[in-house]
C-alpha cells in the first residue's frame, strides 16, 4: 500500500475548505451591513425608528454625545455639527 493522499481526497478538502471560507465570509458581511457604520447613519437610525415606533428614541454616540429622536422626526442632542437629514421618510 502506498502512504500519502489520493486525488479525490485532496479535491473533497479543497471544497469543504472552499464553502467554510464562504459561508465566514457571507457571516461577516451580513453582520457588517446591519451596524451603522458612522454617526450620520445612526442618527438616522434612531430616527426612523422613532419614526416608525411612535415613541421617542434616546442614545449615546462617541462623536455625538446623547440625542433623543422624536416621531416627528426631530433630533435633539447635546451638541452637534450642522447636519441636514432631509424630511421624515414616512411621518405619522
Do not use: K, N
Not at 68 to 81: E, W
Amino acid at each position: 500500500m502506498r502512504a500519502g493522499f489520493t486525488l479525490i481526497e485532496l479535491l473533497l478538502t479543497i471544497a469543504i475548505l472552499g464553502l467554510a471560507a464562504g459561508v465566514a465570509a457571507l457571516a461577516l458581511r451580513a453582520g457588517e451591513s446591519r451596524a451603522p457604520h458612522g454617526w450620520r447613519e445612526q442618527l438616522l437610525a434612531a430616527r426612523t425608528r422613532a419614526i416608525t415606533t411612535g415613541a421617542a428614541v434616546t442614545e449615546v454616540t462617541d462623536s455625538v454625545g446623547r440625542f433623543t429622536a422624536y416621531p416627528s422626526g426631530l433630533l435633539i442632542a447635546d451638541s452637534m455639527p450642522r447636519l441636514h437629514l432631509g424630511p421624515p421618510a414616512h411621518a405619522p
